[in-house]
């Protein structure tokens, strides 16, 4: 038995152009980490949620790799996160997360991705971002998809924007010990049907439907 029979998302691919999306082997988990190490923001701000970027630089590679794990091991069809890293001319450039609960009764997901700071502003978060809808909603037949920024993080939120989802409220948390705005976004899947502007190939993706609790 392979590793993909055992566990196919190793085999799921999603291609447009030069840049692929798809389940970190040991090396690409490695690169990833690496990414982190070198910072994916300026320090002067805080974009997430669990601020895992605060720490020293080698706990960010490090909690970057326990973060992969857990997702691993954790997995369950009826509570999944999937964590992809985004490849351009085989280089690994960032990771693409795209996360489930109940999703084979409520249809919805939700995302979250970081790119490497060499990397940002080139429009790759924008494709990053449309590949796993394209998997959502046409792969595996998402009605919703949902997103969520702080104010100060303009770049995430032009991508919710241009991909056509619609606001849909905002949630309050406290960072570095002051509260921060987070706004809220949501794509239905007529919204994606109509303003789909890039053509994903997915390859691998029927034995992984058990996986997404789907038959």
Known sequence: MTAAG???LTDLRLRAGSIELRLPDADDLLALAALAEAGVHDPAEQPFKVA??????????RSTMRYHWSCWGSWQPADWRLNLVVVRD???VGTQGMSGKNFASLREVGTGSWLGLDYQGKGIGTVMRAAVLALAFDGLGAQFAVSAAFVGNPASIAVSRKLGYAEDGFDRYL???EPVQSRRF???RATWLSNRRIEFGITGLEPCLPLFGLS
Do not use: H, L, S
């Open 186 to 188: 949501r794509m239905d």
């Open 90 to 92: 085989g280089v690994v």
């Open 52 to 61: 895992w970027t605060d720490a020293e630089p080698v706990e960010r590679a």
């Open 175 to 177: 960072i570095r010990g």
């Open 6 to 8: 055992y566990w196919p």
